[in-house]
């Protein structure tokens, strides 16, 4: 397809180092990680901070960063006052659906720059205590949001992924072994400094050292023995502590631009955003639904999975890239095996960690990263969230 000046451009890209729950990024309100890394993109670009046209930020469990925290983020960052800004919030998507919405607006004309990504303070998520005014005494009700339950369901996300997985034939066993994969996978990234255009050191508050540089999540120590002596959780078949990620604390954002501003900027693209789409199925489908986003871009794009010269599918659970690559070999083993080959070749969110509303954007920034180190081409992303949403990007590079 020919290029035109209207094709969506990715011109920068930055994130935190993903933050442990209870880690160095604990006091990092949601605002001020996404504001940092805003700040960090924009001096990693160059481009005047009045020449952004709005900004997008998904963050995906909002109790946290209350009351419109891209709005906060905007006020505490070095755009003027003046930017638009919408917070966004579709679960594990907001960050993907964030890029989404600022691709359709450079799209249609509507905009030239606009920051997409998203931020995520789980360590600073507020438990949930509802109003009972007028109730006689007796016990009072708080919940915990980050037990990520469906109520209409009456069990938890973990507890339906496994039991979709197991429907898939994805035991625990395998899960277990994708995610020390994931782990293992990770430090030979990020040895061979695969993070570094992705990542920024995170200033500590006093002193001169960063409080934090790396991901602190990953452990050296992951193996197949160590995770089957762990415990389901929740009520889940499959699902441990161990191949699935933790609640993390982290933001990610990208700068999209039109082919023609960055012509006029004379910036080189990173990559170019070919399509975005949105899809949902039933409540407990998330560990396929990235199957099914992957799926629909490849039919508008009229390719197929073979030609993606790399896959990145978000680890909301071990189960979820291995349930979702089977189901884009139509259920053969052997073909799954070889798209796996391809898949988060350099670590996943049950390494990296998986601040909800961040994710999203650091899945492309880690396909661009990836394409780009292997010589250009095609590649596609995909992430659940949601109770059976999805979101998908398919991205080339030069």
């Not at 960052?77 to 659906?97: I, K, W, Y």
């Not at 899960?175 to 990020?190: I, L, P």
């Not at 489908?285 to 599918?313: C, F, H, N, Q, V």
């Amino acid at each position: 397809m020919a290029e035109t000046d209207r094709d969506v451009v990715v011109l920068g890209v930055a994130r935190t180092p993903f933050g442990r729950f209870g880690g160095k990024l604990e006091a990092a309100p949601t605002a001020i990680l996404a504001a940092r890394t805003i700040d960090t993109l924009l001096a990693r670009t160059g481009v005047d901070p009045a020449r952004i046209d709005s900004v997008y930020a998904g963050v995906g469990m909002i109790g946290a960063g209350v009351l419109t925290p891209a709005r906060q983020a905007v006020l505490r960052s070095a755009l003027p006052a003046e930017t638009p800004s919408l917070t966004v919030d579709r679960a594990c998507c907001s960050g993907m659906t964030a890029i989404g919405l600022g691709w359709k607006d450079i799209k249609l004309g509507l905009a030239d720059l606009v920051i997409c990504g998203g931020a995520e303070n789980l360590s600073g998520t507020p438990f949930l205590w509802p109003r009972q005014r007028g109730s006689r005494p007796g016990p009072v009700d708080v919940r915990d949001p980050l037990m990520l339950r469906a109520d209409f369901l009456d069990k938890a996300i973990a507890a339906y992924t496994g039991e979709e997985a197991l429907r898939f034939g994805v035991d625990r066993e395998q899960q277990d072994a994708w995610a020390v994969q994931s782990h293992q996978r990770y430090f030979a990234a990020d040895a061979a400094g695969y993070f570094d255009v992705e990542r920024f050191p995170w200033p500590a508050e006093r002193g001169n050292a960063p409080a934090l540089e790396a991901d602190e999540s990953p452990r050296r120590d992951a193996t197949p023995e160590k995770l089957a002596t762990l415990k389901t959780v929740y009520g889940s078949p499959t699902v441990t502590a161990g191949n699935a990620p933790g609640l993390n604390d982290g933001a990610a954002f990208l700068l999209l631009g039109s082919r023609a501003i960055a012509k006029a900027l004379g910036a080189e693209p990173l990559a170019t955003i070919a399509d975005y789409v949105q899809v949902a199925d039933g409540p407990t489908s998330g560990s396929y639904t990235p199957a099914i986003a992957i799926g629909k871009l490849l039919r508008r794009a009229d390719r197929k999975i073979e030609t993606m010269r790399l896959i990145e599918i978000n680890e909301a659970f071990a189960a979820t890239p291995l349930v979702s690559t089977l189901r884009l070999a139509d259920g053969d083993r052997k073909a799954a095996d070889r798209l796996r080959e391809r898949t988060n070749l350099h670590g996943g969110a049950v390494a990296l960690g998986h601040p909800l509303g961040a994710s999203g954007a650091r899945l492309a920034m880690t396909l661009i990263n990836g394409l780009r180190r292997a010589g250009g081409g095609e590649g596609v992303t995909a992430i659940c969230g949601g109770y059976g949403q999805g979101d998908g990007l398919l991205l080339k590079v030069a």
